[in-house]
């Protein structure tokens, strides 16, 4: 649905995408994911065309953005709806106008408008704030009214450029549901931009991490933070202590095995004893996946390998 | 004297000022557009005729008012036939107004949320709509304070406007007032100023908190 190659964009001789390559296919939550000046809100921006970009091809519903005339832009952007942190409402217009808007310049019939701002003012649970304004509205009810007013040309695509950063962690949470449910309810694909690894694990299947333009990791979320690599570890500022002595083995917890004990039937199969030193349990969509330090005897390391190995797990020495 | 003298100038006073203060928004919208238009980060960036414009209203701005009054008198004949006289006296006022209105609506008009800019353009909103139907109307409080603002300086320039036989109370008071000493005269038609000023602010602030949300 969304083909990028070989993308380069600069702001003036600086250099703020680099070669970004990726694909977003219908139906999917996609998250961009990186510190703040990474480029993610940039590439976000290259989708709709409110960025244009040099080099390379970004295409949406197999139209080159960047060849797109004035005309056929708006035309094009009415099938992407977008969010955006500040919620970007309109402080003189009520909650109903604010939705109404994109219909009424697009001059949508009235009757029509009327019936479609009431159906997403339902989806979005703000029925009863219709005639209220933005000002009287707490950040979460004004995001719920932002994105109500994204969803009114029926887009196919929604744009969320971190809608939840200026929210408390309970609204972003609740904001996330509204947004899972819309992906599922409507099948619309999702791109969302995020510094927050929160948002990322409760919410995205698939990922692209930015860093100064570059992308250093990507793919399925349950794989980019079950096996983390050095960059990706550095990225999220992770930094675990283990002993110097003896041998360290980490073992992964997928998603499948995650809830199996494996480390004590370990234990007692082998009948040894190690220290477990460091460990991590995450919430990933609806799985758990973790992983696991322990630390053994150097006479040992063979059996635990050969153990290892035989129940399939995955794992390294670290 | 009131109805001899200070009613027929605060007539003339309010018609001066009110007709120039309207002119003036009129004359002065459209380069608050292009303006905001050809902004460096506007809808459709074009540095020059941004510069042409700034150099332009600034020119216009540092007029003193006479001079300008003055400078006018053929432009004045012109559009009017004659270059003294109350409706003589619109010209120059509209004129001196306008470049001071550009400014003040580009600036109502920048104070509009950047991201709601951005957003209607997301949703394919032309420029055109992105002016009209979400920056003025979002910028119309500012505007309204611009406009009450005018009228009120509109109406201290109207007292130079006696110099071309314009009228009005800031004519009287120094006509009467300070000319023949007349220290009653010039006390009434200050009071009658404080009075208009008043009223005119009290108006607009009133406006002001209506289109306010």
């Known amino acids: ?318 | 004297m009131f109805e001899k003298i200070l009613l027929p100038a605060i007539g003339e006073t309010l018609y001066m000022s009110l007709t120039a203060t309207f002119l003036a928004v009129l004359l002065g919208f459209i380069p608050a557009i292009m303006l905001i238009l050809s902004d460096e980060d506007g809808l459709k960036p074009n540095a020059k005729l941004y510069r042409s414009l700034d150099v332009v209203i600034n020119t216009l701005r540092s007029f003193p008012f006479i001079i300008l009054m003055i400078i006018l008198f053929p432009v004045t004949k012109m559009i009017i036939g004659k270059s003294i006289g109350t409706t003589a006296a619109i010209v120059p006022l509209t004129i001196g107004a306008a470049p001071f209105i550009a400014r003040l609506i580009e600036s109502a008009l920048k104070e509009v949320d950047k991201g709601v800019v951005e957003a209607a353009k997301s949703f394919g909103a032309s420029n055109f709509q992105i002016i009209f139907k979400v920056m003025i109307v979002e910028a119309l409080p500012g505007i309204i304070s611009t406009i009450t603002l005018t009228l009120i300086t509109v109406v201290g320039f109207s007292a130079m406007a006696g110099a071309v036989g314009g009228g009005g109370l800031g004519d009287v008071a120094i006509k009467y007032g300070y000319y023949r000493f007349q220290t009653d005269v010039m006390i009434y038609t200050v009071m009658a100023l404080i009075v208009l000023v008043q009223f005119f602010q009290s108006l607009g602030d009133y406006i002001y908190k209506i289109t306010k949300k």
């Not at chain 1, 744009?159 to 996330?176: K, M």
Request: proline share 2%; with cysteine; charged share 30%.
């Open chain 1, 1 to 318: 649905m969304i083909i990028v190659k070989n993308l380069d964009k600069y702001f003036g001789k600086e250099k703020v995408l680099n070669n970004i390559s990726l694909e977003i296919n219908k139906g999917d939550i996609f998250a961009l994911v990186g510190h703040s000046g990474a480029g993610k809100s940039t590439l976000l921006r290259c989708i709709n065309g409110l960025e244009n970009y040099g080099i390379g091809t970004l295409k949406v519903f197999d139209k080159e953005i960047k060849e797109l005339k004035k005309d056929e832009l708006r035309e094009f952007r009415k099938n992407v709806g977008m969010i955006f942190q500040h919620f970007s409402l309109m402080q003189r217009k009520t909650v109903y106008e604010n939705i109404a808007l994109p219909m009424q310049l697009w001059k949508y019939d009235k009757k029509e408008i009327d019936k479609k701002v009431m159906e997403l003012l339902e989806l979005v649970g703000l029925s009863n704030k219709k005639d209220s304004y933005p000002s009287q509205l707490s950040g979460g009810q004004k995001q719920r009214v932002a994105i109500a007013r994204a969803l009114t040309l029926d887009p196919k695509i929604l744009l969320s450029d971190e809608a939840t950063s200026a929210l408390d962690p309970n609204t972003t949470a609740s904001i996330l549901e509204l947004l899972k449910k819309i992906n599922e309810k409507l099948g619309i694909t999702i791109v969302i931009v995020t510094h927050e690894m929160d948002v990322v694990k409760s919410i995205a299947q698939k990922a692209i991490l930015l860093e100064h333009g570059n992308i250093i990791g990507s793919g399925y979320i349950e794989d980019l933070f079950l096996q983390p690599d050095e960059k990706m570890k550095k990225f999220l500022g992770e930094e675990e202590v283990v002993p110097e002595t003896g041998i360290n083995i980490r073992l992964h917890f997928p998603k499948e095995i995650a809830q199996y004990s494996i480390v004590t039937h370990m234990a007692r199969t082998l009948n040894i004893d190690f220290n477990i030193v460091w460990g991590k349990l995450e919430k990933i969509n609806t799985h758990v996946i973790g992983s696991l330090v322990i630390n053994i005897e150097e006479k040992d390391e063979e059996n635990v390998t050969e153990y290892l190995n035989e129940k399939n797990m995955r794992w390294e020495k670290a």
